[in-house]
């Protein structure tokens, strides 16, 4: 019965602010809800978005208490709020400098969608990575390991990547395998460092990437793996490794490394995570194939 009492207090204080309103009022939630969108889009594509997810359960966990009126939780709620937030502050530092940048960067009287840098880091025409371009890149992996040819490619998928893009050198090229064979070429100026496809197109070359801390990987495991677990521990890219010195082929997603991959594990590992279809339908689109090619 008290709750019911409080909820009726509320819609009460709300029926009488609604009639005090006036266009002022109006036009300033209209500005609100607009940085609030722009700054959820922004969050989206960055690490802050998994950490917004877990402050959301939080804070419905404090609802429940304060509902409940749980006062031992409440009051370490209210002693742990005090430095909490220069924690997240801290913690989406690089995130932070990176959106001031980009703001005092643009124009702001060019159009109104320019005033905030929140956008979602895709350029103009970018789309998915199609089934043309894993053909292509599964092919430049496999070609790569019979020579030898170390190679270290990441695959953007809903985070972006422009941050590690801005590390290394502009291509803005279609991905073919020639492309990719004659970027990781030994000896050549781009083959150091990573390449970075974002959609159907190699966005970057010889980018600099994190590398893991991991304890648990392999001794065994050289630099170019531990960037690649590194990359995928940070965003949700998917990212193929070619070992300069077995030839073999892995790949890295979400801290988490599967190696000894073959052509065809290799384009259903894509389709999976990348275009996120069921393993099933990956393996039937291959049978399919097999049993075309059979009957002609």
Request: glycine content about 8%; proline content about 2%; charged content about 25%.
């Amino acid at each position: 019965m008290q709750y019911l009492e409080r909820l009726n207090e509320y819609l009460n204080r709300f029926k009488t602010y609604s009639t005090n309103m006036d266009l002022g009022d109006l036009l300033e939630i209209f500005i609100i809800s607009i940085v609030v969108y722009y700054i959820l889009a922004w969050m989206k594509t960055t690490r802050a978005w998994a950490l917004l997810k877990g402050l959301i359960v939080i804070g419905g966990f404090m609802l429940i208490a304060v509902v409940m009126e749980m006062k031992t939780i409440l009051w370490i709620g209210e002693k742990v709020l005090g430095f909490a937030v220069t924690a997240l502050i801290i913690v989406l530092q690089p995130e932070l400098r990176k959106a001031l940048e980009e703001l005092g960067t643009k124009n702001l009287f060019a159009d109104f969608t320019g005033i905030l840098p929140f956008d979602s880091h895709k350029k103009t025409g970018e789309g998915s990575l199609s089934v043309k371009s894993i053909n292509e890149i599964a092919k430049a992996c496999v070609e790569m390991g019979k020579v030898k040819t170390g190679a270290l490619i990441v695959i953007e998928r809903e985070e972006s990547l422009r941050e590690y893009e801005r590390t290394g050198i502009p291509v803005d090229a279609m991905v073919t395998s020639q492309l990719l064979i004659n970027i990781f070429e030994k000896n050549t100026p781009l083959h150091d460092g990573a390449v970075i496809i974002s959609g159907d197109r190699v966005s970057s070359a010889t980018c600099y990437l994190p590398l893991s801390d991991n304890l648990s990987l392999s001794k065994e495991l050289g630099t170019r793996h531990r960037a690649a677990v590194g990359i995928s521990e940070v965003t949700d890219s998917l990212t193929i490794i070619v070992s300069e010195e077995t030839g073999k082929i892995s790949a890295a997603c979400e801290g988490e490394l599967t190696r000894n991959l073959d052509q065809e594990r290799l384009k259903n590992l894509i389709r999976q995570i990348v275009m996120k279809e069921p393993e099933e339908k990956a393996k039937g689109k291959r049978i399919w194939k097999g049993r075309s090619k059979a009957k002609e």
